[in-house]
């Protein structure tokens, strides 16, 4: 998953709750700093997210995880009921494969009892209205793209998202970003892939306020027991759990850490050629400023330097001195753990597949909800862009993933992904498919 989440809900969080509850909410906003925005979870880039303040018995920070324009404060889902024929470019999508994704998320969706309700508030039903599709899925013919046609329209019903703006939202595109390591640190491998600190807390403001469905702090216990912020980038950069022993592994590129901060997962190619993949097991919760704003700043992003992940990477291989400098500004830190799994992770807890798994906002949208997406994107290995129509799968969660239409692509783990995920960025629209009987 990506791991930078950050969403603008105090408002909404607070709506419902007792008194009691809110004056506790008013106190963790006023103590973290975040003037009614809450920092959710996910994985850093991602990609997010203390007792009365008189009592300053916790003392968050909010997380502003990704650089992204936040949608409307108060944003809410409007479906609208469509038909095949609505759906851009429906007819020409293989849409075979995006069948064995749906069928992961059915996987999850099989555990949970016949009542329990897929997504947040009921935007996906309960899973006993998801089952007779997942069977029919799994009947189907690998690679037959006609008989999928005909599974999908069968089963589900398409229905337009539009947003407190309109139907016209945001399509952005992620990666896993391979680095190179070794289990030692020696010559070129001098980078720290860090483990999560025995000492990380992490808060979940639903314990304290009912409507904070999914939001996270992060902190660590200091000397009289109280909750205080975690160590700041910086700070760790500096040593402040050297004592801890938590390197995982050490890379031999820094930038390309920094990149596997931002999405929050990484594939390691280590020296002695074996693959171990990494996925996102906490942050430090501090505020998170995205690099390219930092280098904004700067007036540096001009010509080759711009504002593409492409053109921020070229900036700092050619200003390798200025790496910390500029890199700490951004005071967010995310931690690793190694995965079970060959293969990136979403935070539907599904390996996700390439071109067809989807970060969602999952205030609006249930993990394994099919998605059909219209939008443009990157022409591989050269400028401009192309049609963009595909049948995506919700499985992912992030940082700057938010408002009712906003949607992260999964483009893979190679050198092709991170050139269409880096240039990736413009308006799109999508339609939900949901099992009949689940919206009206």
């Not at 968050?60 to 095949?84: F, G």
């Not at 013919?141 to 008989?147: E, H, I, L, Q």
Request: proline share 5%; glycine share 12%; aromatic share 8%.
């Amino acid at each position: 998953m990506r791991a930078h989440t950050d969403l603008a809900a105090g408002a909404d969080l607070a709506a419902g709750a007792g008194l009691a509850a809110r004056a506790l909410l008013a106190a963790l906003l006023a103590a973290a700093g975040c003037n009614g925005a809450i920092a959710a979870p996910t994985s850093d880039a991602g990609t997010t997210q203390p007792a009365p303040a008189a009592a300053a018995t916790l003392t968050p920070t909010c997380t502003c995880e990704e650089e992204a324009v936040p949608p409307p404060p108060h944003d809410q889902l409007a479906l609208t009921k469509a038909k095949w024929k609505d759906l851009p470019g429906w007819t020409d999508d293989k849409l075979a494969e995006a069948v064995p994704s749906f069928l992961a998320s059915c996987a999850v969706i099989a555990t949970l009892a016949d009542s329990a309700a897929v997504g947040h508030d009921g935007h996906g039903g309960i899973a006993k209205q998801w089952r007779h599709a997942c069977a029919a899925a799994a009947k189907l013919k690998a690679g037959d793209d006609a008989a999928a046609r005909a599974f999908f329209e069968a089963e589900f019903v398409p229905w337009q998202a539009a947003g407190k703006a309109g139907p016209d939202g945001k399509l952005t595109g992620y990666f896993v970003q391979e680095i190179n390591a070794s289990r030692k640190k020696s010559g070129k491998y001098q980078t720290p892939i860090l483990a999560r600190p025995k000492d990380l807390v992490m808060i979940d403001l639903s314990q304290f306020v009912g409507d904070a469905h999914g939001r996270r702090l992060w902190g660590r216990h200091d000397d009289k027991g109280n909750i205080v912020p975690y160590f700041t980038r910086s700070e760790i950069r500096k040593g402040a759990l050297k004592d801890q022993k938590l390197e995982i592994m050490y890379a031999d590129d820094p930038i390309d850490v920094l990149f596997a901060h931002i999405e929050g997962s990484a594939k390691a190619v280590m020296d002695d050629g074996s693959i171990v993949w990494l996925e996102f097991d906490g942050k430090n919760g501090r505020a998170y400023k995205g690099v390219g704003k930092a280098l904004k700043e700067r007036g540096v992003l001009t010509g080759a330097y711009n504002g593409t992940m492409p053109g921020i990477r070229k900036w700092f291989v050619d200003n390798p001195k200025k790496f910390d400098e500029v890199v700490d500004q951004n005071a967010s830190f995310v931690f690793f753990k190694e995965s079970s799994k060959a293969g990136a992770v979403g935070s539907q807890g599904v390996t996700l597949t390439t071109r067809r798994s989807m970060a969602i906002d999952r205030a609006f949208i249930a993990h394994g909800t099919p998605i059909w997406v219209d939008g443009r994107a990157p022409v591989p290995g050269k400028q401009g862009t192309i049609p963009y129509r595909s049948l995506l799968i919700a499985q992912d969660t992030g940082g700057g993933i938010l408002g009712a239409v906003r949607g992260d692509i999964y483009w893979g783990d190679d050198a092709v992904a991170e050139d269409l995920a880096g240039r990736m960025g413009g308006p799109g629209r999508y339609w939900l498919l949901l099992p009949k009987g689940v919206a009206k």
